[in-house]
């Protein structure tokens, strides 16, 4: 099975900040990556696909950038509306896998 | 409106079965490999397993293989989740997942509790 490993697994920040969290696989996944948002109580939603692809809807704040076994979610910055937990999700190859989580928390 | 809506979570004994469904609307539910996506109380994301556009091919996780069967009824445009011989550790939300490129929509999740 391919392991993708998410850091940080928490951060805190404020409005405004710049934020990064990286996705680390362990081995290559080509582009075939997503990052999901999930607030409490709810469902997980995709933000990302194809590692750099935005959903639509979403806020050109975030963006995400990489492919073979590095990848990264930024929020440029960062909203009240923004914190949340963050996954990442490979499904190269079977099982698809995620990441452990990064909760972006108020500073 | 796209969308996917769970049913059938509830409290079960340990060594009990439950069937969890997924009604979908909105979309084309033929043409989309379907995924069961499950999460523990205050725990990450888990794939459980998926099933393609015919039902011809099916994939587990390793924690679920042998105790759980996906299964699709593409003239209801319903998923389905039968899990059996439940153990504690099976205690989540259960979510139903369009797979598209990267898992592109999910369900509000049914919550199962495997509790004596």
């Known amino acids: 099975d391919i392991q993708m490993t998410q850091s940080p697994s928490s951060l805190s920040a404020s409005v405004g900040d710049r934020v990064t969290i990286t996705c680390r696989a362990s081995q290559g996944i080509r582009s075939d990556l997503g990052w999901h948002q999930q607030k409490p109580g709810k469902a997980p939603k995709r933000l990302i696909y194809?590692?750099?692809r935005l959903q639509s809807g979403v806020p050109s704040r975030f963006s995400g950038s990489g492919s073979g076994t590095e990848f990264t979610l930024t929020i440029s910055s960062l909203q009240p509306e923004d914190f949340a937990t963050y996954y990442c999700?490979?499904?190269?190859?079977?099982?698809?896998?995620f990441g452990q989580g990064t909760k972006v928390e108020i500073k | 409106e796209v969308q996917l809506v769970e049913s059938g979570g509830g409290l079960v004994q340990p060594g009990g079965s439950l069937r969890l469904s997924c009604a979908a609307s909105?979309?084309?539910?033929?043409?989309?490999?379907m995924s069961w996506v499950r999460q523990a109380p205050g725990k990450g994301l888990e794939w459980v397993a998926h099933?393609?556009?015919?039902?011809?091919?099916?994939n587990y996780a390793d924690s679920v293989k042998g105790r759980f069967t996906i299964s699709r009824d593409n003239a209801k445009n319903s998923l389905f989740l039968q899990m059996s011989s439940l153990r504690g550790e099976d205690t989540a939300f259960y979510y139903c997942v369009r797979a598209a490129r990267n898992f592109d929509l999910w369900g509000q999740g049914t919550l199962v509790t495997v509790s004596s």
């Open positions: 999700l490979q499904n190269n190859s079977n099982p698809p896998t």
């Open positions: 909105g979309f084309t539910f033929t043409t989309y490999w």
């Open positions: 099933i393609k556009q015919d039902g011809s091919e099916k």
């Open positions: 194809a590692a750099s």
